[in-house]
């Protein structure tokens, strides 16, 4: 699944050239022109990334940057700040509000396109389609392949997105409620040990070489990828 970007910005023709740069690169994007516009795409599925105007009618970008992390399903999004302002103090300030990145008008469209994706990989590496491996083991999210050693596996549905999920998370744990959330949706209303099924057949699943061990039990706490076994 391509990563959903917002882009909230007044002036149509700049809003109408990234949108087609992000499209030409496969994001799946939406617009606003205006505050309330802007607000009501804060709706499920929430954007991976917002592109950020400084100034724009309703409120404007530091505004509503203070109310997208103030909210607990949004305050995660990673937003990048676009703005003619170039002084110090203002890119502080933006920053300061929970900007993750700046960028100054006018930039080229690849130099704001390697800051989309580096902000990316460093929020939310599963909304970008890269091959992840981990000691041979190889998870490619755009064929829907895991090989092991360059040997393709049989891995169902929702093995392969708990896969992707762990690989793209190493070393962290998660709880059981936390991995629903994250890889069945807060929609789905799933039981806790339906995790535990799913757990049990992604180890057998992946389970050459050792490399089973790389789902590991983290006692009373949940689940975690680590290739330090």
């Known amino acids: 699944m391509s990563a959903k970007i917002l882009i909230v910005e007044d002036e149509a023709a700049i809003r109408e050239m990234l949108s087609f740069v992000l499209d030409q690169h496969g994001f799946d994007v939406v617009e606003a022109e205006d505050y309330s516009s802007a607000m009501s795409q804060l709706v499920e599925p929430y954007p991976d990334l917002i592109l950020l105007d400084w100034m724009f009618p309703g409120g404007g970008g530091i505004t509503f940057a203070k109310e997208v992390r103030r909210e607990p399903f949004t305050k995660a999004i990673p937003i990048i700040m676009l703005t003619a302002r170039g002084e110090e103090e203002d890119k502080l300030r933006g920053l300061d509000v929970g900007a993750d990145d700046y960028v100054t008008k006018p930039f080229s469209p690849k130099e704001l396109m390697a800051r989309i994706k580096a902000v990316l990989r460093r929020s939310k590496p ?60 807060t929609n789905v209303y799933v039981e806790d040990r339906t995790v535990d099924v799913h757990i049990r057949r992604l180890r057998k699943a992946i389970g050459g070489f050792g490399h089973e061990g790389f789902v590991q039990t983290v006692r009373g706490s949940g689940y975690r990828f680590s290739t330090k076994v």
Request: aromatic share 8%; charged share 20%.
């Open 126 to 185: 599963t909304a970008l389609e890269e091959v992840i491996d981990a000691q041979g083991l190889a998870l490619d999210p755009v064929s829907h392949r895991v090989t092991l050693n360059e040997q393709p596996l049989s891995i169902g549905p929702t093995e392969f997105k708990l896969l992707h999920f762990f690989m793209a998370h190493p070393e962290r744990v998660y709880s059981r409620e936390q991995l629903l959330d994250h890889v069945w949706g």
